[in-house]
């Protein structure tokens, strides 16, 4: 009989072990899953893995998306991992990066067209205000009210979505657009336009912002006091609050710091890569990123890692679309298998397998 | 603006059919909360067992056994989260996420060559003599069978949870699993049979808006619902009676904003939309809000923690 017996502490080599498992144990379950759809399973696997780096005709289209995938998941799922560290569950980043969007653009197209070089580093401040503020709503009502913040932080997604909606056909829409909805493109607007910095790399200053992010979670959590707390809250409540931990104060702190960061991704996107508030702005990566989090293990560097991953999983996953005709939504079940995956791979981290009757104690 | 079109009668109605996937979905959910388990997934499932239903229903031609397969469908997705949370100790927040977004995946996978089909239609059940009545015939005694299987089934959870041996083990599991374990009950078996029957709960439900609410398939087409359910669960304070009030309270708010946007109401349309969510969370807070006999108080006390029987 198998069982399982508790570690005395989480082991070391399988946290750094685990992710590599799950991702092997993924691109084995998802090469049944293109073999059941009637596609050659290792093809598959290679032309989302390996094709968007290596592949002559398509990699250097590919190897800049790369940079301009992940850094929104990275921004992200930084400011997820802290909250999740302490038990705080933000699962709506995907609404706090459409209100960042809106606001920062929004506030970005009032000053249109103003020629300043402050108009951009305004948009910056105001996407991280707008997704701050949009993250105070599940954090004040959690510490106010003691409302479950899962729940809360979740339906305004559905909220933003509306008032995304809202925006694009009325508020926002281009003056000049000939009715059609969404905002002005601000790819148009040099003033507030996010423009790669070096030609080709796709690197642009949401890519910057998530390597910053990445370096100020780092030393937060290895050097601060208050990641020293954060850690602890998940790990005991109980030591926490008798160490003299504020739990309302973290619960703001985590919330608002994921908002803000979310909020950023959302300007960086408005401004970059998509240039203009449009009904179909989002594409989930604030789902994505809770995927992101986990395989990163919560850890800024693995957080680094596990973004760029994933960000070539959504490459990957075009360019199969495209050679294979595999759905898009496969990918999207992809990435859910490979969250069960890293979730049940990690019981080998604090429990070993033993075979063998257990005694009777 | 022409408010005098609205008709209150067929409000109530529509109410209650707007009401049933997410009666359905939170009955589901109440019962596996009961047992300690705080599955997240209910999304995930719902719109698995919408897809699963309305295909089999396409492909047979009969909507009874398309809500068999919704159910089976919802039942064996949750099984994946059962035996990873129940075997594998797995975290169960991270793991109902999990289970919503595969499930949206899969489901818009499993639904690519139904987009834009007619499910065969369910036929409402017209008991003779009592639909004519004046106001309460329309209201109460013409609507689908699902609508009635619903009701019964809220009824009987309320009964088996309160009067049955099988309700008290249950309790006892989601009370305090280790006291359930020294008493011998089998904590993790009781535990996954729980969150197969919720997973076959919401399944149904999703299987009910693609097959009669809408009724089509269009990707993530359950909107929130599955989450609205989990709110409706804590709103109800872990009540099988108070979730019907919950899903009713829900489903007017959902039919009546439409009837409002039908009716021309100066209110941007999708400030409409969005009125049941923001509903839904004021509900939430006004239910959670501290003080004396408050709904959190009313949560099973083992809700959402792992069991190991060595610890």
């Given at each position: 009989m198998v069982r399982l017996e508790k570690r005395p502490s989480p082991s070391k080599t399988w946290t750094y072990l685990t992710p590599i498992v799950a991702v092997v144990a993924t691109m084995i379950a998802g090469g049944l899953m293109f073999a059941a759809l009637g596609k050659d399973p290792v093809e598959a696997i290679r032309i989302i893995f390996w094709d968007p780096l290596f592949?002559?005709?398509?990699a250097s289209f590919s190897r800049p998306q790369l940079l301009v995938k992940a850094a929104p998941l990275i921004l992200i799922a930084i400011g997820l991992s802290l909250g999740f560290r302490a038990g705080i569950?933000?699962?709506?980043a995907e609404g706090q990066y459409i209100m960042g969007a809106i606001v920062g653009a929004g506030i970005g197209l009032a000053f249109y067209p103003l020629d300043s070089f402050l108009v951009f580093p305004l948009m910056v401040i105001s996407g991280a205000i707008g997704g701050f503020l949009w993250a105070m709503i599940p954090g004040l009502l959690r510490v106010?009210?003691?409302?479950n913040e899962i729940l809360v932080s979740l339906l305004l997604v559905y909220v933003a979505e509306f008032i995304l909606a809202s925006m694009s056909l009325g508020?926002?829409?281009?003056?000049?657009?000939?009715?059609?909805?969404?905002?002005?493109?601000?790819?148009?607007?040099p003033a507030g336009h996010n423009a790669?910095?070096?030609?080709?790399?796709?690197?642009h200053w949401g890519v910057v912002a998530a390597f910053i992010a990445v370096i100020f979670a780092y030393i937060l959590l290895a050097r601060h006091m208050l990641g020293f707390q954060i850690k602890l809250a998940g790990q005991a409540p109980r030591a926490a609050r008798f160490g003299g931990v504020n739990p309302d104060r973290l619960i703001l702190f985590c919330l608002g710091i994921s908002g803000a960061l979310a909020g950023l991704a959302g300007l960086f996107e408005v401004s970059g890569p998509s240039g203009q508030i449009s009904?179909?702005?989002?594409?989930?990566y604030g789902f994505t990123a809770i995927i992101v989090a986990f395989l990163g293990r919560l850890h800024p560097i693995g957080i680094l890692l596990a973004g760029l991953l994933m960000a070539l999983t959504y490459i990957g996953g075009e360019l199969a679309s495209l050679m294979?005709?595999?759905?898009a939504a496969a990918i999207q079940a992809f990435q859910g298998m490979l969250l069960f995956f890293l979730l049940a791979v990690d019981v080998l981290t604090n429990y070993r397998i033993r075979f063998g009757k257990a005694e009777v104690a | 603006m022409d408010l005098s079109a609205i008709s209150p009668t067929l409000l109530i109605a529509f109410l209650m059919v707007a009401a049933t996937p997410i009666l359905l979905a939170a009955i589901g959910e109440l019962v596996v909360e009961k047992a300690g388990v705080l599955n997240l997934g209910v999304e995930g499932m719902m719109i698995t067992g919408a897809i699963c239903g309305f295909a089999v229903a396409v492909e047979t031609g009969s909507p009874v056994l398309g809500f068999i397969a919704a159910a089976i469908g919802g039942a064996i997705l949750s099984m994946i989260f059962g035996v990873l949370t129940?075997?594998?100790?797995?975290n169960q927040v991270a793991t109902g996420l999990a289970l919503t977004l595969f499930g949206l995946g899969l489901s818009s996978l499993l639904g690519q060559s139904y987009v834009g089909i007619k499910p065969p239609g369910t036929a409402k059940i017209d008991i003779p003599v009592l639909s004519?009545?004046?106001?309460?015939g329309p209201i109460l005694?013409?609507?689908?069978?699902m609508v009635y299987f619903t009701l019964a089934l809220v009824v009987a959870i309320w009964w088996v949870l309160k009067f049955s041996r099988m309700g008290l083990i249950i309790r006892a599991v989601g009370e305090n699993h280790d006291a359930a374990h020294a008493l011998g009950y089998k904590v993790v078996r009781v535990r996954l049979m729980a969150i197969a029957f919720g997973g076959a709960c919401a399944g149904l439900g999703g299987g009910y808006l693609s097959l009669?609410?809408?009724p089509q398939w269009t990707?993530?087409?359950?909107?929130g619902a599955g989450w609205i359910a989990l709110a409706i669960v804590v709103f109800a304070s872990w009540k099988p009676l108070r979730v019907l009030l919950g899903a009713y309270l829900f489903g007017g708010v959902t039919i009546l904003q439409l009837n409002l946007q039908a009716a021309g109401l100066a209110i941007p349309v999708e400030y409409l939309s969005m009125s049941p969510y923001v509903i839904t969370i004021v509900v939430l807070v006004i239910m959670s809000?501290?003080?004396?006999?408050?709904?959190?108080?009313?949560?099973?006390?083992?809700?959402?923690r792992a069991f190991h029987a060595s610890s």
């Open positions: 592949h002559e005709q398509f569950w933000n699962i709506g106010y009210f003691r409302t508020l926002l829409r281009n003056p000049e657009g000939a009715g059609f909805p969404g905002s002005r493109n601000l790819k148009s607007y790669e910095l070096i030609a080709g790399t796709g690197m009904i179909d702005f989002n594409v989930g294979l005709g595999i759905p | 129940q075997f594998f100790l797995t004519d009545i004046l106001v309460a005694f013409n609507h689908d069978w009669i609410r809408v990707d993530g087409m359950t909107a809000a501290p003080r004396k006999g408050r709904a959190s108080l009313a949560a099973p006390a083992c809700l959402g």
